[in-house]
T-cell receptor, first 115, second 118 residues
Framework: DVKVTQSSRYLVKRTGEKVFLECVQD?????MFWYRQDPGLGLRLIYF???????EKGDIPEGYSVSREKKERFSLILESASTNQTSMYLC??????????????FGEGSRLTVL | AQKITQTQPGMFVQEKEAVTLDCTYD???????LFWYKQPSSGEMIFLIY??????QNATEGRYSLNFQKARKSANLVISASQLGDSAMYFC???????????????FGQGTTLQVKP
């Protein structure tokens, strides 16, 4: 089974701190994604990556950056955390386009609170 | 621009009855895929069912079926014989492109919280 592991389930940080959210997948997937989930807004795409060292902005990239130095690891970075970044963050991966359905495989989520 | 809309923030259903969760979408791409995910209170996202835009028949997976009405741009999820364990949030999602041409990105609706009553 595909496993996507997010390093922390719950984090509490202070405004202005630099925050790292780590995600590792064990199925050699090319595609990796970071989503943010907020009540009433569903999931919104922050950044995604199709390959090592490649990254593309999603719908809400402001205030975030990402790093993909190895195929299995995709990190989300909040350079200076703000209270409006309090949210649930979900990492996902998927095989490349030739997969039958190409569904995303998700981690368990990281609930970040910024005080 | 592509868009997914779920208009039911919350739904109740009696155990063992069927329930339909609504989803409408908008895209100008003739090739797309539609997904439903379940998110229990534990937070994990569980893939339920997939429908490709060129698929002739509605997708089914066990108690889940997708009522795909292409002309109306709707992709409603039908859960038959509801169980207490079906209580969760459900998300509809869409991906533009199909098979080898897909981009991998999904856009999601707002979600519907389903509560199954005993």
């Amino acid at each position: 089974d595909v496993k996507v592991t997010q390093s922390s389930r719950y984090l509490v940080k202070r405004t202005g701190e630099k925050v790292f959210l780590e995600c590792v997948q064990d199925m050699d997937h090319e595609n990796m994604f970071w989503y943010r989930q907020d009540p009433g807004l569903g999931l919104r795409l922050i950044y995604f990556s199709y390959d090592v060292k490649m990254k593309e902005k999603g719908d809400i990239p402001e205030g975030y950056s990402v790093s993909r130095e190895k195929k299995e690891r995709f990190s989300l970075i909040l350079e200076s955390a703000s209270t409006n970044q309090t949210s649930m963050y979900l990492c996902a991966s998927s095989p490349p386009g030739l997969a039958p359905t190409g569904e995303l495989f998700f981690g368990e989520g990281s609930r970040l609170t910024v005080l | 621009a592509q868009k997914i809309t779920q208009t039911q923030p919350g739904m109740f259903v009696q155990e063992k009855e069927a329930v339909t969760l609504d989803c409408t979408y908008d895209t100008s791409d003739p090739s797309y895929g539609l997904f439903w995910y379940k998110q229990p209170s534990s937070g994990e996202m569980i893939f339920l069912i997939y429908q490709g835009s060129y698929d002739q028949q509605n997708a089914t997976e066990g108690r889940y079926s997708l009522n795909f009405q292409k002309a109306r741009k709707s992709a409603n999820l039908v859960i038959s014989a509801s169980q207490l364990g079906d209580s969760a949030m459900y998300f509809c999602a869409m991906r533009e492109g199909h098979g080898s041409s897909n981009t991998g990105k999904l856009i999601f609706g707002q979600g519907t919280t389903l509560q199954v009553k005993p």
